[in-house]
């Protein structure tokens, strides 16, 4: 009953939006029919940061979509927590409206996922901790999510402008095959902003506060011997209990996060160069049960992200460079908990929590920098675009038990084209084409992993088959080609409501002949 009501006014309320955006929009005129949301994240980036106050300086035309979409993967270069193949399809709209000097924006989607003999994946999203309960039983794991935000922004003055988004996420998650694990999962962030102007610089500042819940059930309910869940604590190593009829276990993972962000805008007519710097502390915790009274782990997480783009807006050319810097930090403590009277009482025992020790630590630094060239035929229509970047990403993982201690450490080299052609048949016609490729090498060096150790793990044991199908999947080299095409008609020039249908297929091809193939469909009504 709850998803019922979730999607039932989901639905009604962006529906409402988008029929009086529609409505709106009855006088405006030709340049929004060339309108995309890629191409519109692209020219206002404050519509992708964190403050969602500077949407007051949104000039375009109102947009809104709705449709569908279908994705489905399938091969042998898979991870260890990967699906064989999996299927999704679902419903998403989204809208940008401006009524005086509110400006709002609104999407919801819904997603169903069907994946085919999936195994180790004990949370809803993949690592999400790095101490999850899992299984190696693999079997067909049904999902289904809603996703539905909100941002509305406020030009107090001239200068200030004051906004707030709200991002809801909830989903449920859980495999068909004996033992049977299922996750219930819900997100909500809310970020609060400001932002003021003085001449041709805009400054904003955000805050960030983000609470996730994953809560897992697992329930083994046949006769069958010989099966075990498997405790994580990083790097793959684990220790592993057996299973029987009588095995239900319960699990609850809580994420607390606080941070905030500060932006710098300069624009100057068609030349416009924005910054964002952001940091983020959240708390993890991992309990056992669903009492909440027997803490398995914690783990704290500190993440920073700086983020840049440069916007030039020619006369017959557009160009628009990006640079993104991540880095983000991860320490995992285990907890030593014990079993004792409750003082002042008879029979009441509990766990109490003595002490903490650090077991495993993540630190992975992430460079990405884009260049787009676009050739137009006018403001938004394109003749073709190409695109070209650089991404770099180093990951260090230290597990130490002491006084033992293993480390992982690789670094990831990717170098990606792509190309977008505009073709213009008819006047209610719009076809692209476009076309990319991507290489990838890693440090592949075969030695997932160094270590400084006597081998005496106590009751832990390490898995090296994980441990080698996931060193081999960061690292291993390999291409990745993508082509696709997108038609739009046009149904009504004069008041911009147009029909899309867009096409994509990429497949990635190892060093080692292992592929993986990717389809995409969807369609929209624009208007």
């Known amino acids: ?9 989901g639905a009604w309320v962006l529906c409402s939006f988008l029929t009086f955006n529609m409505f709106a929009q009855a006088n405006d005129k030709s340049e929004k029919t060339d309108y995309t949301i890629e191409e519109i994240q692209l020219r206002a980036p404050w519509t992708i940061s964190d403050n969602v106050s500077g949407l007051a300086y949104y000039q375009f035309q109102d ?9 489905s993967e399938s091969g042998n270069y898979r991870n260890y927590n990967s699906a064989e193949n999996l299927y999704n399809l679902g419903v998403v709209a989204q809208a940008y409206k401006k009524v005086n000097k509110l400006l709002f924006y609104g999407d919801f989607t819904y997603k169903y996922d069907t994946k085919k003999n999936q195994t180790w994946l004990g949370t809803y999203i993949p690592d999400f901790t790095t101490n999850p309960i899992l299984d190696s039983i693999p079997g067909k794991v049904l999902s289904e999510s809603y996703d539905m935000s909100g941002k509305v922004a406020y030009a107090l003055t001239n200068k200030t402008a004051l906004g707030i988004g709200i991002d809801y996420h909830t989903a449920t998650m859980a495999k068909r095959t004996d033992g049977r694990n299922s996750n219930v999962f819900s997100s909500i962030c809310v970020k609060p902003g400001v932002t003021h102007k003085s001449g041709n610089f805009t400054t904003g500042l955000n805050l960030n506060y983000k609470y996730d ?21 990083g ?17 609850a993972y809580f994420l607390n996060s606080l941070g905030g962000a500060l932006q710098l805008d300069y624009n100057n007519n068609n030349l416009e160069w924005f910054n964002e710097f952001e940091m983020n502390y959240g708390k993890f915790n991992n309990y056992e049960g669903l009492a909440l009274t027997k803490k ?13 783009s440069i916007k030039f807006l020619g006369d017959n050319t557009n160009h628009f460079i990006k640079l993104n810097l991540n ?22 025992w509990e766990y109490y929590e ?7 630590m993540t630190s992975t630094k992430e460079l990405d920098v884009a260049y787009r060239f676009c050739y137009k035929k006018t403001d938004w229509k394109y003749n073709f675009n190409i695109t070209a970047g650089f991404n770099k990403m180093m990951n260090e993982k230290t597990y130490k038990i002491f006084p033992e201690t293993y480390s992982q450490n690789y670094t990831i080299n990717t170098l990606y084209i792509n190309g977008r052609k505009y073709f213009y048949p008819r006047q209610k016609n719009i076809f692209e084409l476009e076309a990319g490729v991507a290489f990838l090498k890693g440090s592949d060096d075969g030695t997932p992993l160094k270590s400084e150790s006597s081998g005496n793990l106590g009751m832990l044991q390490l898995n090296r088959r994980l441990l080698d199908i996931d ?3 960061q690292n291993v080299s390999r291409t990745i080609i993508n082509v696709g095409a997108r038609y739009r008609h046009l149904l009504n020039p004069d008041k911009n409501y147009a029909l899309e249908f867009c096409l994509k297929y990429h497949k990635i091809i190892t060093k080692n002949e292992q592929e993986r193939s990717f389809l995409s469909f969807s369609t929209n009504y624009v208007f």
């Open 1 to 9: 009953m709850k998803k019922r009501y979730i999607i039932i006014i």
């Open 63 to 71: 947009y809104a979509s709705v449709g569908g979409f279908y994705n």
């Open 213 to 233: 819940v994953d809560r897992v059930t697992y329930d083994y309910i046949g006769d069958q011997t010989g099966k075990n869940i498997y405790y994580m604590e």
């Open 235 to 251: 790097l793959f190593f684990m220790a592993k209990s057996g299973i029987t009829s009588a095995t239900i276990l319960k699990r």
């Open 296 to 308: 398995y782990s914690r783990e704290e997480l500190l993440n920073y992200h700086y983020g840049s």
């Open 327 to 348: 880095s983000n930090e991860r320490a995992s403590y285990y907890i030593i908990n014990n079993y004792e009277q409750v003082p002042g009482e008879i029979k009441s």
């Open 354 to 360: 003595k002490g903490s020790v650090l077991r495993y």
């Open 471 to 473: 060193y081999h999947y």
